[in-house]
């Protein structure tokens, strides 16, 4: 935890590559106060989860159980992740993008499952395009950042269509 505290991110990376035991312990610091720690956290669990894909579809589907909680929102934090290990190793989340855009049913969720779902489509947007017409009827057009997290992942979505 020296690395998390000393925000050493190219190290705690490399732990998480090279020691899987290492992963545990970094899901609880998902939850951190400091916003920049928790997304050089979200970042290490990808690189750990691309490292160990069995144990990264562990994390995976603990990250989506902790959105299933009676409080959707405490889980809030390991959605970060999911969009990091989706960008990092798309094959591993691949089956998991449909249950997490479901949860932007959840408008306490909505801007957080936007900002995963647009990390994922920067390097797989087929998994996202299926799921893109449900996110645009669930999404408050009203809600200025909302609206924003939206027209980014349209702008990715359109940005891959046309480099194809």
Known sequence: MELVLAHNGPGLEQLAAAEPRALRPLLGRLWDEDHPRRQMVARALAVGAAA?????????????????DEAATNGVYGVAALGEIGARCPELMEPFVGPLSSWARDDGLRPEILRALARIAESAPRLVQPHLEGIRRLVDT?????????????????????TR
């Open 52 to 68: 160990h894909p069995t144990l990264g579809v562990e994390i995976v589907r603990r990250l989506l159980w902790a959105l299933n």
């Open 142 to 162: 009203a809600d200025p950042e909302e609206a924003r997290l939206l027209a980014e992942v349209e702008r990715i979505m359109e940005e891959a269509t046309e």
